[in-house]
């Protein structure tokens, strides 16, 4: 089993940029398709915390059922939020990535670079074609 986590949603171009540099990394992660199997309570709140974020900082804000739940509104608080994550689990911002070095949300998808325990193996290109890591696999910019 790898060590490293990615919470992916394969239609998402961030989460399969990130899922690829965890790739050129050399390690094959373990992928859980939230949409699908989404977090329990006891994980979803594990994972804010190691990220070091709030609830609404993870909360998806340009899909349904954002607008329609009211969830701009700031009198949620983050147990609620969380609940309406996991009702809705397209509500969950992603990817997720969890390494021994650190738990990340990777937007941009470049921030999974900062907590890889192994260095890119090969020079790598964001699908718009965007260089991220050069040929001898470092980064190309912070």
Do not use: W
């Amino acid at each position: 089993m790898s060590n490293i986590t990615i919470y992916h949603n394969p239609a998402c171009g961030t989460s399969r940029n990130t899922l690829e540099m965890i790739r050129n990394s050399g390690t094959e992660p373990t992928v859980i398709l939230y949409l699908e199997n989404p977090p329990s309570r006891d994980e979803l709140s594990k994972l804010i915390a190691d990220m070091g974020i709030s609830a609404r900082a993870l909360l998806r804000q340009n899909v349904e059922p954002y607008e329609t739940l009211g969830l701009a509104e700031e009198r949620f608080t983050d147990a609620e939020l969380m609940t309406f994550m996991l009702q809705y689990p397209i509500l969950i911002n992603r990817p997720i990535v969890v390494t021994p070095l650190g738990t990340r949300l990777c937007r941009p998808s470049e921030t999974v670079l900062d907590i890889l325990p192994d260095e890119q193996k090969h020079a790598f290109s964001k699908e718009d074609g965007e260089k991220v890591v050069d040929e001898q696999g470092k980064r190309l910019k912070p």
